[in-house]
Nanobody, 121 residues
Framework: QVQLHESGGGLVQAGESLTLSCTGS????????IGWFRQTPGEEREFVAG????????EYADSVNGRMTISRDNGKNLVALEIHSLKPEDTAVYYC??????????????WGQGTQVTVSS
């Protein structure tokens, strides 16, 4: 199975932007639909966005409100999540995972370390 690694998080001020990266090891990355998730203390991990195998089909959670864009570059084994106009409520640990399908957003793989996004007001 492909191994995924998240990076790109950090401490930012409200209104700024971040780009998170999900990179995969191996040569099977292109076979997988990939999704981003986030989790805050005391809350369930929630689906944020997903992208199909070739990058054309995309799905976003209703809570995104147009502030995020997901894309992929299979040549780089990369799925990126751009977060714009960051708000304090975006503070969370962000994870990526393979998905059973784009519409359901059901994760299939193991959860990694994630990358922390902290937004100050």
């Amino acid at each position: 199975q492909v191994q995924l690694h998240e990076s790109g998080g950090g401490l930012v001020q409200a209104g700024e932007s971040l780009t998170l990266s999900c990179t995969g090891s191996g040569d099977t990355f292109i076979r997988h639909t990939i999704g981003w998730f986030r989790q805050t203390p005391g809350e369930e991990r929630e689906f944020v966005a997903g992208v199909g195998r070739i990058g054309a089909a995309k799905e976003y959670a209703d809570s995104v409100n147009g502030r995020m864009t997901i894309s992929r570059d299979n040549g780089k084994n990369l799925v990126a999540l751009e977060i714009h106009s960051l708000k304090p409520e975006d503070t969370a640990v962000y994870y990526c995972n393979t998905l059973a399908d784009l519409r359901s957003g059901r994760p299939l793989g193991y959860w990694g370390q994630g990358t922390q996004v902290t937004v100050s007001s």
